[in-house]
């Protein structure tokens, strides 16, 4: 009876070879593995069992299979390596190795690539500051060649006409005074401001020397230690591409299908990626692709990052801010700006043959042509000189009436101080109603041409 148990099991352990060879050729792992499970289940102290369920799921070493199956895996085999007869051991000690050599390449290789995107990673962040630093050094150099920017030109010529009239007036006093005086005053203030402005002011309109210089030094001592990171960092790069070449040629092409993408040079791409996550504030995707495409730590990294935030937060920056806020204030002074339409030319058009006709209808009438033409002149220079950056220059309209105002008074003040030096009187009416009324007309057409050039160039130039 014994005898006849014996054979039957022989029998049966034959028939589970025969099954998971055949499940197995026929690439049913599943299946195979399942009897592997069962022959090891039911004939523990033999060693066909355990290699072949490590062949099965390794597909006789031809499939990669992750790091953490490779435990299990090792202890299956040991199990099965140490029931193998002493002919077989060497033969499949010799598999195995070669099998868990091909898997460390594997893992190498993945080491390798996630190095190479950390490194192009932290490439970036460096390359960023030194951007920023070296797309603005030049703002600042340029602005300490030039010395002090010199700001209200125009207005500091209306401050010296205005001022001009006043001394006229006193040195050929009337009653004309009780105009000249205050804006002759004011023209003075304009003066005092411009050169305030520009030579004395240690504030906005102003960087000393030494401001400047140090701000150059920190910078170019930034730029060079960046540089110098850099050149470790394409240094390491190049070492760690080169060994990637080599990692390729050691990892079996059956791996190598399975893992596509680390044969692929996209690691740039992927730095980049997660540069764009933490530049967005997406917090989240910048932490997954951290951590499943590099070996750095979010906290260590982030850090780091902040550290070259805060080299950035020295003079040169905040000198870049303060023009990073003029520019903001000219951004939002673009949106409210309206464009020109076609009314606004129909109307440019009319304008321009009333002033060339009033001015072919006063050459024939009777006007003090000296003084006419010396205010005319005046008004020419006021409407081109006009500071549209101070004045209104929301809608062209307002630009023009203020630009209009400023031209007539201007042409009419020195109209009538000029009158009353020639003729030693000025009536009322006629200096303060009729010259003003008749000056509107010479000067509107011409104006709205000269306001139209100073509002479309503004335009054009904040919203460039």
């Not at 591409?241 to 596509?260: A, C, N, R, T």
């Amino acid at each position: 009876m014994k005898k006849s148990l014996n054979k039957d099991s022989k029998c049966s352990l034959k028939k589970l070879k025969s099954d998971i060879e055949l499940y197995f050729s026929n690439k049913d792992y599943e299946k195979a593995k399942e009897l592997c499970d069962k022959a090891i289940e039911l004939y523990p102290k033999d060693a066909y069992g355990y290699i072949m369920f490590v062949k099965v799921i390794t597909n006789n070493y031809n499939n990669y299979i992750g790091q953490e199956k490779v435990k299990d895996l090792k202890n299956t085999f040991e199990k099965g390596y140490s029931l193998s007869s002493i002919n077989d051991k060497k033969i499949l000690k010799q598999e195995f190795d070669d099998y868990l050599y091909d898997l460390k390449e594997v893992e190498n290789l993945k080491k390798i690539k996630k190095d190479i995107i950390s490194k192009e990673f932290i490439k970036n962040v460096y390359n960023d500051t030194l951007s920023f630093i070296n797309q603005n050094i030049p703002i600042v150099l340029s602005y300490g060649k030039n010395g002090t920017k010199i700001k209200n030109k125009y207005d500091l010529i209306n401050g010296i006409f205005l001022f001009c009239l006043l001394i006229y007036n006193v040195i050929n006093p009337n009653y004309l005074l009780i105009l000249t005086i205050p804006f002759g005053i004011f023209g003075l203030i304009t003066i005092y401001s411009f050169i305030e402005m520009n030579f004395f002011n240690e504030g906005k309109y102003k960087l000393e020397k030494e401001t400047y210089q140090k701000i150059i030094n920190e910078a170019k001592e930034k730029v060079n230690s960046i540089k110098q990171e850099l050149s470790k960092i394409n240094e390491e790069l190049e070492f760690l591409k080169s060994q990637k070449i080599s990692s390729i040629g050691k990892v079996p092409e059956l791996f190598l299908q399975e893992h596509d993408e680390l044969k692929i040079n996209d690691e740039d791409k992927i730095a980049n990626e997660i540069s764009q996550a933490f530049l967005s504030g997406d917090v989240i995707k910048f932490s997954m692709l951290l951590e499943n495409n590099t070996n750095l730590n979010t906290e260590e990294i982030t850090n780091h990052i902040k550290q070259e935030l805060e080299n950035k937060n020295n003079e040169l920056s905040d000198y870049i801010n303060e023009k990073s806020n003029e520019k903001k204030s000219i951004q939002s002074q673009a949106i409210l700006m309206k464009k020109v339409n076609k009314l606004d030319i129909i109307t440019l058009v009319i304008m321009l043959i009333i002033s060339i006709i009033s001015i072919i209808v006063l050459f024939n009438k009777k006007i003090c042509f000296i003084a006419f033409f010396l205010a005319l002149v005046a008004g020419f220079i006021s409407m081109f000189i006009y500071n549209i950056n101070t004045g209104k220059h929301f809608k062209f309209l307002d630009t023009f009436k203020d630009n209009l105002l400023s031209s007539v008074f201007k042409a009419s003040l020195l109209f009538d101080l000029v009158y009353y030096k020639i003729n030693g009187s000025l009536p009322i009416i006629y200096g303060f109603i009729k010259i003003p009324i008749i000056f509107i007309l010479v000067l509107a057409g011409f104006v709205m041409l000269a306001s139209l050039m100073k509002y479309q160039y503004l335009l054009k130039k904040i919203r460039s």
